[in-house]
């Protein structure tokens, strides 16, 4: 679902975000993000989350976040 559904984003979220993040990474799962608000990629930015997740994995909207998906599995399995 796209995060375009985000309307706040307070210091907890941030953390559960955070904390949801980094179980992901450790399991191999990239968390994307699609169509998310300005006001809320500016916490992010400030929290220094946005960085921490990855500019690369936030997109204008759904479609855009499908196809850097879909080209991340192509890489993936023809590097294996």
């Not at 985000?6 to 559960?16: G, Q, R, T």
């Not at 916490?43 to 499908?66: C, K, P, T, W, Y």
Request: proline share 0%.
């Amino acid at each position: 679902r796209s995060s375009d559904l985000i309307n706040e984003l307070d210091a907890s979220a941030v953390e559960m975000l955070r904390t949801l993040m980094r179980h992901l990474r450790e399991r191999g799962i990239t968390l994307v993000f699609s169509g998310t608000k300005q006001h809320v990629s500016a916490v992010l930015q400030r929290s220094g989350l946005l960085d921490e997740i990855g500019a690369e994995h936030f997109h204008a909207n759904d479609a855009q976040a499908l196809a850097a998906i879909e080209a991340s599995l192509v890489d993936r399995t023809l590097t294996h």
